[in-house]
């Protein structure tokens, strides 16, 4: 279980801002078809074609929202953006043509549902999603993407036969990983109480990140790629498309259920790609 996020601020919710983003585009939108009467709905009082569009399109947002939800969480697309699109207005489209003949039938009537309806009104709905799915893609930026980038430089290990200094001093030693600190465009971006945390693990959340540290986590709106950009080639690596995860927090890295995960400081379970593994093997992660 992932722990929630402290104090988050309002625009930090992913889905609440999805939320109220598409429906607010939806609601623009159904103002538009309504002023312009589309569809030959202009005959009719301007107030009983809002309500119509309102009734047709704030459905579909709706829709649009839950399917949008499913296509992020399913990841498969993640950065690939213009599939995405495809995607979840396809997938909108087909239900919501059927809401949409029940709504005109009601506000309009229909002398009959034929395959020539079905196939209009399919088609109408399908650019109509189009065209509502990519305002609502394109008024935030993508938070990751798929590419993996090259494995960072690891410094080599000392060797075992190293020479020892004769005299080493009584008080020393061994240095152990330290967690890095949060890089300050990344810092300003948090609570104030975790600020002056160290940094575990970066969790892609839809377009928001979720930042780990030792005191807690919060959301921030950043891409993955800009937020590894700030870290320090030796502090950690990405290790899946929507996770970074610090080389100090790492206590386990092995293979469950066929999967391989680390297990970070905390108790955090972090998957690990394909891509990824033998190499984060051959660095010494477990």
């Known amino acids: 279980m992932n722990p929630p996020a402290f104090h988050a601020s309002p625009n930090a919710h992913p889905l609440r801002a999805r939320a109220l983003r598409g429906l607010g585009i939806g609601l623009a939108a159904a103002v538009v078809l309504a002023v312009l009467g589309a569809m030959n709905t202009g005959q009719a009082p301007f107030g009983y074609r809002l309500l119509y569009w309102a009734s047709v399109i704030l459905p579909g947002s709706l829709l649009g929202i839950a399917v949008q939800t499913a296509v992020s969480a399913w990841g498969a697309l993640n950065g690939r953006r213009w599939t995405e699109i495809a995607v979840v207005a396809l997938l909108v489209s087909v239900p919501h043509t059927f809401m949409v003949i029940v709504a005109t039938a009601l506000f309009f009537g229909l002398d009959a549902i034929t395959p020539g309806v079905v196939v209009f009104f399919g088609l109408t709905v399908l650019m109509v999603a189009l065209v509502l799915t990519t305002i609502n893609h394109l008024a935030v930026p993508p938070a990751a993407e798929p590419a993996y980038p090259s494995p960072p430089a690891v410094p080599a290990a000392a060797p075992v036969n190293a020479a020892v200094p004769e005299h080493p001093a009584a008080d020393a030693a061994p240095s152990l990983p330290v967690l890095p600190e949060l890089p300050e465009l990344i810092a300003e971006k948090l609570p104030v109480r975790l600020r002056q945390a160290r940094l575990i693990a970066i969790e892609a959340e839809d377009h928001y990140l979720r930042i780990h540290t030792d005191a807690g986590s919060d959301l921030v709106l950043m891409r993955m790629t800009d937020a590894c950009a700030l870290l320090h080639e030796a502090a950690g690596v990405r290790v ?14 092995a293979r469950r259920e066929g999967k391989a995960e680390l297990t970070l400081q905390g108790g955090l379970t972090v998957p690990v790609s394909r891509a990824m593994l033998a190499s984060l093997r051959d660095q010494g992660w477990g």
């Open 240 to 253: 899946h498309r929507s996770w970074w995860a610090a080389r100090a927090a790492v206590e386990t890295l």
